[in-house]
T-cell receptor, first 112, second 114 residues
Framework: KAGVTQTPRYLIKTRGQQVTLSCSPI?????VSWYQQTPGQGLQFLFE???????NKGNFPGRFSGRQFSNSRSEMNVSTLELGDSALYLC???????????FGPGTRLTVL | AQSVAQPEDQVNVAEGNPLTVKCTYS??????LFWYVQYPNRGLQFLLK??????LVKGSYGFEAEFNKSQTSFHLKKPSALVSDSALYFC????????????FGAGTRLFVKA
């Protein structure tokens, strides 16, 4: 079974731009979560989707948004980029609430 | 609100010695608890989980963890450390009341010295 894939793997943007990151979960997984990982803050929960519905959202500004498609693929968007948005963005999929999450390799976003 | 604490930023242990990485949690309902490991230049990998049942759970690579409800802890253990165990370890908690989010601890870096 193919693992969780994320595209692109690396991204360089400038302040004020917007970015869209993509995640394809493991086949059959309907839950997709997004996290921001930085050296100082660790893994911060962004949001979780299940069957195209956002079930929960972390404490991030409205510039961070996401969606999930009918095939469970998910995208997250960050508008009006700030220097502090530079981070590794991780996507994880799971079968259900009780199950462990499988993580993708991440997208490393650098904002200049 | 859910929270996870990993009180040690770093744990140092000699190869062959037992290791413990500590984790305490706070959650409103019954917890689902997980340990993940992140090796350098590799993604996060699942190690083990506690959902219900036996308080001692066994996972990958010889790791185990003990769920202690009264102390709200879920410490990760291994009887004999290997140099290859050196990595960043994350404890995570998910409540079973429909919160639908997994909260991760800050991580503990484990160094195993030969």
């Amino acid at each position: 079974k193919a693992g969780v894939t994320q595209t692109p793997r690396y991204l360089i943007k400038t302040r004020g731009q917007q970015v869209t990151l993509s995640c394809s979960p493991i086949s059959g997984h309907r839950s997709v979560s997004w996290y921001q990982q930085t050296p100082g803050q660790g893994l911060q929960f962004l949001f979780e989707y299940f069957s195209e519905t956002q079930r929960n959202k972390g404490n991030f500004p409205g510039r961070f948004s996401g969606r999930q498609f009918s095939n469970s693929r998910s995208e997250m968007n960050v508008s009006t980029l700030e220097l502090g948005d530079s981070a590794l963005y991780l996507c994880a999929s799971s079968l259900a609430t009780v199950n462990e999450q499988f993580f993708g390799p991440g997208t490393r976003l650098t904002v200049l | 609100a859910q929270s996870v604490a990993q009180p040690e930023d770093q744990v140092n242990v000699a190869e062959g010695n037992p290791l413990t990485v500590k984790c305490t949690y706070s959650v409103s309902g019954n917890p689902y608890l997980f340990w993940y490991v992140q090796y350098p230049n590799r993604g996060l990998q699942f190690l083990l989980k506690y959902i219900t049942g036996d308080n001692l759970v066994k996972g990958s690579y010889g790791f185990e963890a003990e769920f202690n409800k009264s102390q709200t802890s879920f410490h990760l253990k291994k009887p004999s450390a290997l140099v290859s165990d050196s990595a960043l370890y994350f404890c995570a908690v998910r409540d079973n009341t429909g919160g639908f989010k997994t909260i991760f601890g800050a991580g503990t870096r484990l160094f195993v010295k030969a």
